[in-house]
C-alpha cells in the first residue's frame, strides 16, 4: 500500500493582525479522500509535533467533517520530522494555510525527510501556501530542489487579492522564482496543478485534490 504524509504547519498566529491560522484543513481532507480512493495510506507530520493550529473548516464541507472525525487522534499527535524514516512513505504532502509562511522555510528537519524521500524515488508536493517549505529544500549537490522545474503556489495575485501581502513575512511566489522555479499559474482561486521530476505543486484550495491525483499518476 503506498503511503502519503501530509506536512503540516504547527504556527497558529497570522503576523500582527490579532488573527488565528494553521494548516487550512480542507487542503488535507480533499486530498486524502483521492488518497484514500486510490489505496494509499495516509500519516501525518508537523513542524513542531502534537496538534497543529488549523484554518478553513466551514460546515458544510461533509468531506473535511469526515476527515476530522476519522483521523482526530492522528492529527492530535503528530510527530515531528527527525522521528520518522523516510523509506515508510511514498510521497511527502505540504499542506497549506497562511501559517506555512512563517515555519515552513525554517523547518530544516521537514527539508532533510523530504529531500530523502525524493532522493529514493518518492514524490513531493505541495499546494497553496505548502510550498513555503519547498524553498529550502536542496539536493544532494546542493541546488535546490525546484531550480529549473515548473512550479506553482500561491500567487503574488492571489495574496494581494486577500488583503494580505503586506502581513506574510515574504512573497512566495517571489520566492520560489529566486530559487529558480519556473513559476507557472493561472487565474485567480481557479484550479491548477503541475508536475514535473516528482515534484507536484498546486495553486491554491481549489488544486488540492488535483494534486492528490498528479502523485498518484506520477507515481505508476
Request: a negative charge; hydrophobic letters at 45%.
Amino acid at each position: 500500500m503506498p503511503k502519503v504524509l501530509f506536512a503540516l504547519t504547527s504556527h497558529g498566529r497570522l503576523g500582527d493582525t490579532g488573527r488565528a491560522t494553521g494548516f487550512y484543513v480542507p487542503e488535507v481532507a480533499h486530498p486524502a479522500a483521492v488518497f484514500r480512493a486510490h489505496g494509499w495510506d495516509i500519516a501525518f507530520v508537523s513542524v513542531a509535533g502534537g496538534k497543529s493550529p488549523r484554518d478553513g473548516v466551514k460546515k458544510d464541507d461533509t468531506i473535511t467533517e469526515a476527515f476530522l472525525a476519522s483521523h482526530e487522534d492522528q492529527l492530535a499527535n503528530t510527530p515531528t520530522a527527525d522521528a520518522l524514516d523516510p523509506a515508510d512513505y511514498d510521497a511527502i504532502f505540504y499542506a497549506g494555510g497562511h501559517g506555512t509562511m512563517w515555519d515552513f522555510p525554517q523547518a530544516t528537519a521537514l527539508a532533510r525527510l523530504a529531500a530523502r524521500i525524493h532522493e529514493r524515488g518518492g514524490i513531493v508536493a505541495g499546494v497553496c501556501h505548502g510550498p513555503a517549505g519547498l524553498v529550502n529544500i536542496t539536493l544532494p549537490d546542493g541546488t535546490p530542489l525546484v531550480r529549473g522545474k515548473q512550479v506553482s503556489a500561491f500567487t503574488n495575485e492571489e495574496e494581494e487579492a486577500v488583503g494580505l501581502t503586506n502581513v506574510v513575512p515574504f512573497a512566495l511566489e517571489s520566492a520560489l522564482i529566486e530559487q529558480g522555479a519556473k513559476f507557472v499559474k493561472t487565474d485567480n482561486f481557479q484550479e491548477f496543478a503541475v508536475a514535473d521530476s516528482r515534484l507536484v505543486t498546486g495553486q491554491n484550495p481549489a488544486s488540492a485534490a488535483k494534486v492528490a491525483e498528479m502523485v498518484i499518476a506520477e507515481l505508476v
